[in-house]
Antibody, heavy 126, light 106 residues
Framework: QLQLQESGPGLVKPSETLSLTCSVSGGSMSSSSYYWGWIRQPPGKGLEWIGTVYYTGTTYYNPSLKGRVGISVDTSKKYFSLRLSSVTAADTAVYYC??????????????????WGQGTLVTVSS | DIQMTQSPSSLSASVRDRVTITCRASQSISNYLNWYQQKAGKAPKLLIYAASSLQSGVPSRFSGSGSGTDFTLTISSLQPEDFATYYCQQSYKIPRTFGQGTKVEI
């Protein structure tokens, strides 16, 4: 059974870079049927899609993050990572990683997220 | 961005009630619509994908329908474990966007 687990600092200072890792166990990351994504949820608020990465390294990002975001993958080590630069208090959230299944191999369309990691709270504060 | 609007934002219901939540997209998204359930302090859980496909392991009292811009999640007989917040999400355009959530309370 595939499992995902987020890890990284729980506290980041304003203007610094947030870095998280999602470790994948119980399955391969190299399947053509999946992307690997990040979603966040500010305390008490709704869900926001951050971006996703394919095992080849192809990425798609939420334009609202204005070039601050980077997602990378290491299939041999079975993890993918999120970097978010120049953080502010508005970036305080629970960050989730998830596998995103696609309808047609390699095409990022009609995807759904399952399973999810348990989430990790990242607070931006000095 | 495609805006996803859920209604109602919250509802009160009783065990064994039939519950319907609607989700409207700001433009046509074909059937690229997913539904998730989130309980307090937990990660979202996939219920329905592609508008009407039941995720493996999800009870059959959950069902989804719709296409284009209007979608519905139905719980045919509400159970105690179903009290949670439900989100719709479109997977047609980038960025993927979620509805604001519908909280189902006792």
């Amino acid at each position: 059974q595939l499992q995902l687990q987020e890890s990284g600092p729980g506290l980041v200072k304003p203007s610094e870079t947030l870095s998280l890792t999602c470790s994948v166990s119980g399955g391969s990351m190299s399947s053509s049927s999946y992307y690997w994504g990040w979603i966040r949820q500010p305390p008490g608020k709704g869900l926001e899609w951050i971006g996703t990465v394919y095992y080849t390294g192809t990425t798609y990002y939420n334009p609202s993050l204005k070039g601050r975001v980077g997602i990378s993958v290491d299939t041999s080590k079975k993890y993918f990572s999120l970097r978010l630069s120049s953080v502010t208090a508005a970036d305080t959230a629970v960050y989730y990683c998830a596998r995103q299944s696609v309808v047609i191999d390699a095409i990022f369309l009609g995807d759904w997220s399952d399973p999810w990691g348990q989430g990790t709270l990242v607070t931006v504060s000095s | 961005d495609i805006q996803m609007t859920q209604s109602p934002s919250s509802l009160s219901a009783s065990v064994r009630d039939r519950v319907t939540i609607t989700c409207r997209a700001s433009q046509s998204i074909s059937n690229y619509l997913n539904w998730y359930q989130q309980k307090a302090g937990k990660a979202p859980k996939l219920l329905i994908y592609a508008a009407s496909s039941l995720q493996s392991g999800v009870p059959s009292r959950f069902s989804g329908s719709g296409s284009g811009t209007d979608f519905t999640l139905t719980i045919s007989s509400l159970q105690p474990e179903d009290f949670a917040t439900y989100y719709c999400q479109q997977s047609y355009k980038i960025p993927r966007t979620f509805g604001q959530g519908t909280k189902v309370e006792i």
